[in-house]
């Protein structure tokens, strides 16, 4: 398996290292062969080749199996003239990469405020409120006059089922049930029309139960009853948002793994951000990584039939769980170790 992997801004190329130390050990331990090519994106690959993200690094992306992508520090990036661009909204457009599906669970050995539970947010990854991917060409926000600022939506029945269908797909995997979240009491129309295609979907999965939740009304009921979910499917932003919550109500950011998917695309990348406060100090939790680097080897996996992928990634989720239990984390979960000794104690797990 050929893996590209752009360590990113801020806690990325700490998280990244560790990640990379528990793909070696997988690899040699499933004779997984992966090959792994670094390059450089954000402020590294500004301060080397102009660019956050050079054009041929969209191209080695599009011919690796896969792709492992940090943080990178996107509200620094303002000016598109100047090579600023967002790293992670160009390789989502350029790869179609349309299913952001971010799991969130609770673990043995780490105290809770929710109780324990375990569901997955399938986000639509391509259209919906972010303006700067929701366009074939140009940007969908505009500045009026210097007062008044545009933004568009954009919300097609395409996109929607196609999400969907990755939704109902994983849930006839779980405990068969999907919750659409919406905003369709205002948004009549755009939210209307992905609750239409999501139930339009769920005609093909007579077994998947299916229910929708307000997304401002989401947010009590995630908080006081999160059991209550297994798979819930919504447009890109309320996904980027519900999600945040859902991996800090499980423990911490820091276990904020997601996979970016499409239909020839795999790009495994923590659904947080760059975290400057904490950067550069052994403290980041690499584990929302490492877990997102084991989605990615199961969808390779399940793309490719090879069963050792799959294998693999349930040993780096096995290896995790032990992990903290055993209280070998970072202190966000409980831990008293540091980014790159948690991810030598999951790796050191694999080749017991
Ligand atoms: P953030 O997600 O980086 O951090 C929010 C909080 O969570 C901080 O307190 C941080 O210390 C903590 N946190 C995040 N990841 C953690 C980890 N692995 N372990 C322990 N704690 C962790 O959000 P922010 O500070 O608002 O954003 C920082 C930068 O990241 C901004 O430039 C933003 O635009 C960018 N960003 C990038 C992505 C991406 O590349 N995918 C996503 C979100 C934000």
Known sequence: MNLLVLAGDGIGPEITAATLAVLRAASERFALGLRIEEASVGHAGLRERGSTIHADIV????????IVLGPTA???????????INPSMTLRKSLDLFANIRPARTYAGFPLRSGEFDLVVARENTEGFYADRNMEAGNGEMLVTKDVAISLRRITRVCSERIARAAFDLA????????????????????GLFIDACRDVAKEFPSVVVDDVIVDAMMA????????????????MYGDILSDLTAELSGSLGLAASLNAGARHGMAQAAHGSAPDIAGRNLANPLSLILSAAMLLAWYGRRSKTNRFEAAAAAIDKAVEEAIAAKESTVDIGGRLGTRETGEAVAARLVR
């Open 59 to 66: 191209e080695k992306a599009r011919k690796a199996d896969g």
């Open 74 to 84: 996107t509200f620094e990036f303002k000016d598109p003239g100047r090579g600023e």
């Open 172 to 191: 006839m995997t779980r405990r068969k049930h999907v919750t659409i979240v919406h905003k369709a009491n205002v948004l009549k129309v755009t939210d």
């Open 221 to 236: 009921h995630v908080v006081r009853n999160p059991q209550r979910f297994d798979v819930i499917v919504t447009t890109n």
